[in-house]
């Protein structure tokens, strides 16, 4: 927020902000497996749903964009809010709950988001902040494109 106001945000800061975060809930995850192992026990279908979608996102971006998306949608924003009640509950509590299953299922609905923003933009884009965004980039580029090859009368 703050270098976007500054005017500094700049793309290989956004994606450094994609990298960080990625880095810190791995780590977040990482504790939680290592104090609470059970919790893997019940909840890893949707963990494992989660770590292959973004695996998945990866390969998808590296191999169309040639590096990572850095869309920071609003599903992402929902989801890092849905992460820090499921992580908080799962740390007060010990154990995952209402919040913790949320954020799974947010994950999981923000990574389907962000995949299949990666198949519609047309180039590699940043801050892009919903799947209809994509849609309607995707829509204004193709009509550029028309517009460059039509010949005008």
Do not use: N
């Not at 890092?80 to 509950?89: D, K, N, Q, Y």
């Not at 990574?111 to 995707?138: K, M, Q, T």
């Amino acid at each position: 927020m703050i270098a976007r106001r500054l005017g500094v945000a700049t793309e290989r800061l956004r994606r450094a902000d994609s990298h960080v975060d990625t880095l810190f809930y791995v780590f977040v995850i990482l504790l939680a497996a290592v104090r609470f192992p059970e919790l893997f026990k019940d909840y890893w279908p949707g963990m494992a749903a989660i770590a292959l979608l973004e695996v998945t996102r990866f390969v998808v971006d590296h191999r169309k964009f040639k590096k990572q998306a850095a869309y920071h949608m609003w599903s992402a924003k929902l989801w890092g809010l849905a992460l820090l009640l499921g992580f908080s509950e799962l740390f007060l509590t010990g154990q995952g709950g209402l919040f913790f299953t949320a954020a799974i299922v947010t994950g999981i609905v923000t990574d389907l988001e962000g995949l299949a923003a990666s198949f519609v933009l047309p180039e590699w884009r940043h801050d892009v902040p919903s799947l209809f965004h994509a849609f309607a980039i995707r829509r204004s580029t193709t009509s550029e494109r028309m517009t460059e090859v039509l010949p005008s009368e």
